[in-house]
């Protein structure tokens, strides 16, 4: 994660909050666990939750089990948190991920929050990603959005961290190539 100051009245829903639970099917109870270590003891899918706490909670399961499961509660999160329900193809999906991470977090009036920006080109594009959720967290959420809205005329979507530029060592922002 980077360096960012999340002002204490930014906060989560809680729908958004359960994508740690369904990423760690297998390790539930230790999920709700490092939640309830980290300020979040009930979860509730309409409930609003301090960011500070969610991210804390994020940090521990990326570093007590481990970056593949991290990548898996990403993969979780389009399944769990809002998006606009007018989605139909991957551009417009990826392009609307901002729009989805603002609806899941509120009390953002100082733009502390970062967010994600998507560029478009032929058969791809790159998303920026400026917020301070972990790399593996936010590849997972692209790997999921790009299987779901896959082009029916793609055999796959590929999806890779760019060469520079990284949160976890001490950037603003990760940048995501994506082809198909």
Excluded at 25 to 38: F, G, P, T, V
Excluded at 105 to 127: D, K, L, S, V, W
Excluded at 150 to 159: G, L, S
Excluded at 168 to 176: A, E, N, R
């Amino acid at each position: 994660m980077n360096n960012r100051v999340i002002p204490p009245e930014i906060q989560v829903l809680g729908q958004s909050i359960m994508a740690m639970v369904g990423g760690m099917e297998l390790l539930k109870s230790r999920a709700m666990k490092i939640l309830a270590e980290n300020g979040i003891p009930q979860l509730e899918p309409q409930g609003w939750y301090p960011m500070r706490n969610a991210l804390t909670a994020i940090g521990s399961i990326e570093q007590k089990i481990g970056p593949v499961t991290m990548r898996a509660v990403g993969r979780k999160v389009p399944e769990h948190a809002k998006f606009p329900p007018e989605i139909r193809t991957l551009e417009e999906a990826l392009g609307s991920l901002n729009v989805a991470y603002q609806m899941n977090h509120r009390g953002q009036q100082n733009g502390n929050i970062g967010g994600y920006r998507f560029e478009t080109a032929p058969h791809g594009g790159r998303m920026i990603c400026d917020n301070p959720y972990p790399c593996n967290f936010d590849h997972g959420i692209i790997e999921a959005l790009c299987e779901r809205f896959r082009p029916k005329d793609a055999m796959w979507v590929r999806v890779e961290h760019a060469p520079l530029g990284c949160r976890q060592k001490g950037g603003m922002d990760c940048t995501y190539l994506i082809s198909w």
